[in-house]
Every structure is written in structure tokens, then in C-alpha cells.
């Protein structure tokens, strides 16, 4: 059983920058894919970026060149940072952990994953 635990949300105002971590239970094979999602209120949930054990990784379009996602295998972090933030980027912040393949071969929003975090809130006003 994997436990995660997001943290780093916070309310910003645009172009401001926001770092979220994802800190994985203990004994979490390094393995495995690792990947950011979010959903804002009334919205479907959107896959954000994945990434896989060697660093490979994978955004989706409306955030490239914007964010960028990092683990730390040998603290079981994962990391999500986040500059030129936008009001639309306003949503709730998941991270999730899945089977080591596919990771970054495919889509973020058409992988399959097995644990997630609660969430942590990202706000960014206008």
C-alpha cells in the first residue's frame, strides 16, 4: 500500500511560481511512474505531467514550458514546479502512482494509476 501526501499549494497572484511535493510512503518502489493531476470545480480531473523512474517525462500541452516535474528516488519525492502561473491553472493538485509502464509513452490523462494523494489547493487570481 502506497501512501502519498501533497503539500506546497497556496494562493498566488498570475506569474507567480508555486512548488508542490509529493512525499511517498517509506518502502515505494522507485520503479514505479509518478504523475501531477488536477481538477478545478465543475471540470473534469486533467492529467498535468508524468514521470518515470530514469526522468523520462511527459506534460500535457496547456502547461509546457510553464511547469516541470522531478522526483527525488532516494527521498520518494515527487515534485511539481510551477512558474507563470495562470487563474486557469487554479485547481486542486493531485499526485498518483502507478505500473512502471507505460509512463511517458502515452497521453498523462490515458494512463492508469493505482494510489493518489488528497490533494493540495492551488489558487491563482488575476
Known amino acids: 500500500q502506497v501512501q502519498l501526501m501533497e503539500s506546497g499549494g497556496g494562493s498566488v497572484q498570475a506569474g507567480g511560481s508555486l512548488r508542490l511535493s509529493c512525499a511517498a510512503s517509506e518502502y515505494t518502489d522507485s520503479r514505479l511512474c509518478m504523475a501531477w493531476f488536477r481538477q478545478a470545480p465543475g471540470k473534469e480531473r486533467e492529467g498535468v505531467a508524468s514521470?518515470?523512474?530514469?526522468?523520462?517525462?511527459r506534460y500535457t500541452d496547456s502547461i509546457k514550458g510553464r511547469f516541470a516535474i522531478s522526483r527525488d528516488n532516494a527521498k520518494n519525492t515527487l515534485y511539481l514546479e510551477m512558474n507563470n502561473l495562470k487563474p486557469e491553472d487554479t485547481a486542486m493538485y493531485y499526485c498518483?502512482?502507478?505500473?512502471?509502464?507505460?509512463?511517458?509513452?502515452?497521453?498523462?490523462?490515458?494512463?492508469?494509476?493505482?494510489?493518489w494523494g488528497r490533494g493540495t489547493q492551488v489558487t491563482v487570481s488575476s
Open positions: 514521470i518515470n523512474s530514469v526522468g523520462d517525462t
Open positions: 498518483a502512482v502507478g505500473p512502471l509502464s507505460p509512463c511517458v509513452s502515452l497521453p498523462v490523462a490515458r494512463l492508469r494509476f493505482d494510489y
